[in-house]
């Protein structure tokens, strides 16, 4: 491969975002931000652990690596704005198929005015995404997990496990192709990161948010822990899609707990406010579930309580439950 | 390994920049810049191409790639600022020897009050560090490397081919440590980038600065291509160590016009403003040559031509050369 040509095919023919100053074209980019607070992240997927060329084309490895460093951004109420790319490239794979993957960056970027400003090409053994992204946000508007309080509605965009359920289809090319495979499918592969329904909560004076890239049991408790109080879910509440229900009866509530990289968004917010978190959502064309409510830590540590089959259990950051009398 | 337990240990105790609002316990981190421009770089170091085990122990990995980055943050004239850390992780890298990675990061980190505020950690087969950087610099003085002209001073900071020499040293371990092989190893290794010389020419109006990232051919084409002028080095200028002279006298010219990574500055000012260069470079402790000057564009396209035994060469970016009457 010749890394010139490469370097040529990538950057882009111009910018979009009118806060850049300098792009690719120095030893570092420059932008101005005025008057915003800046959000920052970096997330990297690596070949064989991440995906493989059987989970995941060209184009669709591009999408999933920068949809999931979006998601953090949007976790944070934060307008995307820049990225930069690291790729450490095997011999095994061909120009053309390293182009696909920076097209499939550039058409979600795109789909968000983000322009290309950086990154860095080396050579290695695996294929490589190491993806920063750069986002803006109005002074004192970003929104952390640290916030949820005693009353609030606990909620989630979309629906869980779906991700998890689209690999299982993947790892097992052999099933026919239904419409609910392929649909889940879709969902493991390009995700769409809550971007437009963080933008629609500005006007809330606080909302808590965090990504949903380790299934809810794992977010919930980190909510729970960086907010100090004791998280409350009903199992009934949590959204699956008619896709897994229907290809994964057994399957989707552990996944939904404990699955894949979903890449909703779960929160809390004031009862007052909940309305306009629907709202929000119905703007967005996303759906949204109330899945429980915040209460006052009783016991020692923050915990997430499940309320499943009439019990109140435990829920580990990992998606395991056991039974527990509430607040022990 | 365990992750968590890892996580745990790499994470600052506390924070240093006034403009951090949240580090690394959320989805993204948050700054708020005031008043000032932000410059970003991104820059990866993979086992078997950048480092082994035999030329870099674990603490002088981190320094090295931090430093790298941190150079890029000093060639746009900018305060380095924030950090985050994407690795990839083999199962043949202990913990202990991971924690000393970040060590010495944090070492060199610290020296500028940079702050650790994010990152990613995944397995993988490879070894490999991105490094993301975060540099603040008042609005409008960034230093780019298309602002030569006609009539500048060119310049260079400290000596050139010293970290390529190094490496050499590090493949031949069973010469003899010298002093001189000591030091030349230690630039290979421990490099420091010119931040505090770039900080003191704030007060010049125009500077262009570029860094020594892959030996001065390449980085004088640079800014002869972005600027659109000719660029003239005489040889006998180019700053060369005691150490690399007596160690390899036939291969320092070489390695200093296309080795590796030295991580100094090379750039160009007015005549008038000269003196402030040396001063800046006086203050920082650091030593600093004129190596030739910029002149207008005289044929097609920009080129650097190097004064060499009498007569003039073009330079190629790869550091070949080839007589060639000038302006040809």
Redesign the interface.
């Known amino acids: 491969m010749d890394e010139f040509s490469f370097i040529r095919s990538i950057k882009p023919d111009y910018y979009r975002q009118s806060s850049l ?2 792009g690719i ?9 005025s008057g915003h ?10 070949e ?3 995906f493989t060329r059987q989970t995941m084309e060209p184009e669709k490895i591009g999408h999933r690596v920068l949809a999931a460093n979006i ?3 949007a ?2 109420g ?1 307008t995307p704005a ?1 990225y ?3 790729i ?1 490239i095997p011999s095994n794979w061909s120009q053309q198929e390293l182009e696909c993957i920076y097209e499939g960056m550039k058409k979600l970027g795109d789909s968000y005015q983000m322009d290309l ?4 090409t ?5 294929l ?1 995404l ?1 993806v ?4 803006m ?1 109005h ?1 004192g508007k ?1 929104r ?3 916030t949820a309080k005693p009353g609030d509605v606990l909620f989630v965009t979309g629906t869980l496990g779906d991700s998890r359920a689209g690999l299982e289809c993947l790892l097992n090319p052999q099933w026919e192709k239904s419409a609910e495979i392929t649909y889940l499918i879709e969902r493991h592969q390009t995700p769409v990161p809550r971007v437009s329904f963080a933008s629609h909560l500005s006007q809330i004076e606080r909302i808590t ?3 949903v890239s380790d299934g809810i049991a794992n977010e919930a408790k980190e909510i729970a822990e ?1 907010s100090n109080v004791d998280l409350f879910i009903e199992s009934e509440g949590i959204p699956f899609s008619k896709a897994i229900r229907k290809v994964f009866p057994e399957h989707h509530e552990e996944w939904g707990l404990s699955g894949g990289e979903d890449f909703e968004l779960l929160g809390s917010v004031p009862e007052e406010d909940w309305p306009q978190v629907i709202k929000a959502a119905e703007h967005a064309g996303v759906t949204i579930s109330r899945i429980g409510h915040v209460k006052e830590k009783e016991g020692a540590a923050p915990v997430v309580m499940l309320h499943r089959k009439g019990k109140w259990e435990t829920l580990t950051s990992s998606g395991y439950t056991h039974l527990k009398e509430k607040g022990d």
Chains 1, 2 share one sequence.
């Not at 074209?25 to 931000?33: G, H, L, Q």
């Not at 080396?122 to 695996?126: A, F, L, M, T």
């Open positions: 100053i300098k074209d120095d030893d570092a980019a420059v932008f101005r931000p607070d800046i959000v920052t992240a970096v997330d990297t997927m690596v064989g652990v991440h998601s953090d951004l976790a944070m934060s820049f930069m790319v690291s450490t400003i950086g990154g860095d080396v050579s290695g053994r695996e490589s190491s920063t992204v750069i986002g946000v002074k970003a952390y997990r640290s948010l965090n990504d960086a």
